[in-house]
């Protein structure tokens, strides 16, 4: 069992709609982090995050951390938005490796 | 934010021959990772490459397989020895921005290899 689930593993969105790809994970965390993967393999940092709420133009990442779960959602999604958004988290002590989730594939239709 | 280069983004490579991938850094980085990224799964961290010492290698990762070198903290290599088609993979190299314990990571394009 993975120690960070990620779901839906794919999901499929009309252009414009309201998105939300879930993250959960086993045990405590000191940060969490969001990436995006493209389909040429290049990744971005959207967030890192340890607590709260951050908004980044239409994305926005929450966490909570007793329930040990963070959420990202995008508004107004566009075809550009479709890719791999990856979870992952910093278990702590310290260090910055990252233990990562599957991934969900999304692909917003026009 | 930190930019970074890698070389090759791809190659077709033979079984039983090696494959050296650079990660080149815009700024001095602290902390440097390599990652492989098998068809369809998740990262993997392979080691993390430390300035004037040996790599330290994740649990199923070996330096004979695996050999990193970091002659500088902004430059690193991951060379892919004596590969077979199993090591076809994306290869990411990342960094830790930032001087706090837990930092936004910044990643290199990825070296797609093929080895047939």
């Known amino acids: 069992k993975n120690e960070v689930e990620q779901s839906p593993q794919n999901l499929t969105a009309q252009e414009g709609e309201f998105i939300t790809i879930n993250c959960s994970y086993s045990?405590?965390?000191?940060?969490l982090h969001w990436l995006q993967q493209h389909p040429g393999g290049g990744i971005v940092s959207l967030f890192m995050?340890?607590?709260g709420k951050k908004k980044h133009g239409r994305l926005i990442a929450t966490i909570n951390i007793q329930e040990k779960h963070s959420s990202l959602h995008i508004t107004a999604s566009h075809p550009r938005d479709s890719a791999v958004y990856i979870c992952?988290?910093?278990?702590?002590?310290?260090?910055?490796?990252?233990?990562f989730g599957t991934g969900t594939l999304l692909a917003v239709q026009p | 934010s930190a930019v970074i280069s890698q070389k090759p983004s791809r190659d077709i490579c033979q079984r039983g021959t090696s494959l050296t991938i650079q990660c080149q850094v815009d700024?001095?980085?602290?902390?440097m990772f390599w990652y492989r990224q098998q068809p369809g799964q998740s990262l993997t961290l392979i080691a993390t490459?430390?300035?004037?010492?040996?790599?330290?290698?994740e649990s199923g990762f070996v330096i004979d397989k695996f050999p990193i070198s970091r002659p500088n903290l902004t430059f690193s290599t991951l060379t892919v020895s004596n590969m077979s088609p199993e090591d076809s993979s994306i290869y990411l190299c990342?960094?830790?921005?930032?001087?706090?314990?837990?930092?936004?990571?910044?990643f290199g394009p990825g070296t797609r290899l093929t080895v047939l």
């Open positions: 992952a988290v910093n278990y702590g002590g310290a260090t910055n490796k990252l233990i």
């Open positions: 995050l340890s607590s």
């Open positions: 700024s001095q980085v602290t902390m």
């Open positions: 045990v405590g965390i000191s940060a």
């Open positions: 490459a430390n300035q004037g010492s040996e790599a330290t290698y």
């Open positions: 990342s960094v830790a921005g930032g001087r706090g314990v837990y930092n936004e990571q910044f």
